[in-house]
């Protein structure tokens, strides 16, 4: 056995020296036949050494250069990766900023879209109005279609200038109703004595005003306008009156409505009603020219009978005045019946 307690002081002799050189090669002889298996990650044992940098071996160690070599591409692939954070970073600061402006443009659209919807809601409202069917279902495309289709007009009718029932288009709008009535036919309108009115409208055929030939200003009494014919007509003025007697030497004054130009008296002369004899009386005329009566123009008289008309106060020429006087001057014992009085104008 080889000593072990060796102290500084100890003197070795070749005895030791030999001694532990029998130790050594004892040692390296069990050494060398110790079998060391090889290592895993299981059991200790030799591992071999390897400069691969991409091996899935577990049973392998990697060397220095192995190592470093992975350490470069770690180093390499930490920059490529601190480059792609910091693109990464960019990416996403631009990302935001996108993001915000696309939350502004949809926004945006989302007002577009609103003020679209109400726009084809007033498209949609205005087709209708112009007699157009049309919903706000229907696309864009539909809509610009009939929008296309509208025969815009330029006059100026409104309805009260069109005839009731028909359609018609302005400036304004189509499909206008007109107002104005059909009366129908025209029809004949005769004159009478109070206005006639034609209800305002249209007649599909004339109006006849209906005429006459005898309109004319001889027709007409003088003085008076019938639609614009004035008349010159004098009228033939007459006035009849009845007395039942006139007794002798009796006056009478009769007041007409007019001066008379012609004036006359009948009768009959007898001495009372129921005599059977009797005498007609003959006509006693008193012409008035001028409305004037001379005295030898102011009495006449019938025979028999001296039955007098005319003016009373026959010496004075002076108008008649619508006075008319008449008297019984004959035979005292004689009465005149059944006198008629006739005046014309």
């Given at each position: 056995?080889?000593?072990?307690?060796?102290?500084?002081?100890?003197?070795?002799?070749?005895?030791?020296?030999?001694?532990i050189g029998e130790e050594i090669n004892q040692l390296r002889e069990e050494v060398d036949h110790i079998e060391?298996?090889?290592?895993?990650?299981?059991?200790?044992?030799?591992?071999?050494?390897?400069?691969?940098?991409?091996?899935?071996?577990?049973?392998?160690?990697?060397t220095p250069r192995a190592v470093k070599s992975a350490y470069d591409a770690a180093?390499?692939?930490?920059?490529?990766?601190?480059?792609?954070?910091?693109?990464?970073?960019?990416?996403?600061?631009?990302?935001?900023?996108?993001?915000?402006?696309?939350?502004?443009?949809?926004?945006?659209?989302?007002?577009?879209?609103?003020?679209?919807?109400?726009?084809?809601?007033?498209?949609?409202?205005?087709?209708?109005?112009?007699?157009?069917?049309?919903?706000?279902?229907?696309?864009?495309?539909?809509?610009?279609?009939?929008?296309?289709?509208?025969?815009?007009?330029?006059?100026?009718?409104?309805?009260?200038?069109?005839?009731?029932?028909?359609?018609?288009?302005?400036?304004?709008?189509?499909?206008?109703?007109?107002?104005?009535?059909?009366?129908?036919?025209?029809?004949?309108?005769?004159?009478?004595?109070?206005?006639?009115?034609?209800?305002?409208?249209?007649?599909?055929?004339?109006?006849?005003?209906?005429?006459?030939?005898?309109?004319?200003?001889?027709?007409?009494?003088?003085?008076?306008?019938?639609?614009?014919?004035?008349?010159?007509?004098?009228?033939?003025?007459?006035?009849?009156?009845?007395?039942?007697?006139?007794?002798?030497?009796?006056?009478?004054?009769?007041?007409?409505?007019?001066?008379?130009?012609?004036?006359?008296?009948?009768?009959?002369?007898?001495?009372?009603?129921?005599?059977?004899?009797?005498?007609?009386?003959?006509?006693?005329?008193?012409?008035?020219?001028?409305?004037?009566?001379?005295?030898?123009?102011?009495?006449?008289?019938?025979?028999?009978?001296?039955?007098?008309?005319?003016?009373?106060?026959?010496?004075?020429?002076?108008?008649?005045?619508?006075?008319?006087?008449?008297?019984?001057?004959?035979?005292?014992?004689?009465?005149?019946?059944?006198?008629?009085?006739?005046?014309?104008?």
């Amino acid at each position: 056995m080889v000593k072990t307690d060796w102290s500084l002081n100890d003197t070795i002799q070749p005895q030791d020296m030999n001694a532990i050189g029998e130790e050594i090669n004892q040692l390296r002889e069990e050494v060398d036949h110790i079998e060391i298996p090889p290592a895993s990650v299981a059991e200790a044992g030799i591992v071999k050494l390897s400069n691969a940098t991409n091996s899935t071996s577990e049973i392998l160690a990697a060397t220095p250069r192995a190592v470093k070599s992975a350490y470069d591409a770690a180093t390499a692939a930490q920059t490529t990766a601190n480059a792609a954070n910091t693109a990464a970073a960019t990416a996403q600061t631009t990302a935001n900023a996108a993001n915000t402006a696309a939350a502004a443009a949809q926004a945006r659209a989302d007002s577009a879209f609103q003020l679209g919807n109400e726009r084809k809601a007033e498209v949609v409202a205005a087709l209708v109005a112009k007699g157009i069917s049309a919903s706000t279902s229907e696309s864009w495309d539909s809509l610009i279609t009939k929008l296309n289709s509208i025969v815009k007009a330029s006059g100026n009718a409104v309805p009260a200038d069109v005839l009731s029932g028909r359609t018609f288009s302005n400036a304004g709008g189509n499909n206008l109703t007109g107002t104005i009535p059909n009366w129908g036919a025209g029809g004949t309108v005769t004159p009478g004595t109070a206005n006639q009115t034609k209800a305002a409208g249209y007649y599909n055929s004339g109006i006849t005003v209906l005429g006459n030939a005898n309109l004319l200003p001889a027709n007409i009494k003088s003085g008076v306008d019938i639609f614009g014919v004035l008349g010159t007509l004098e009228p033939k003025l007459y006035y009849e009156y009845t007395v039942n007697r006139i007794n002798p030497n009796v006056s009478s004054t009769l007041e007409l409505p007019f001066t008379p130009k012609i004036a006359m008296i009948t009768g009959t002369y007898k001495s009372n009603p129921l005599e059977n004899s009797s005498t007609d009386l003959d006509y006693g005329i008193c012409y008035v020219l001028s409305h004037t009566i001379y005295s030898n123009y102011l009495w006449q008289y019938t025979v028999p009978g001296n039955l007098y008309i005319g003016k009373e106060n026959y010496n004075r020429a002076e108008p008649l005045n619508g006075l008319l006087f008449y008297r019984h001057a004959g035979n005292s014992s004689k009465t005149i019946y059944n006198v008629v009085v006739r005046a014309w104008g």
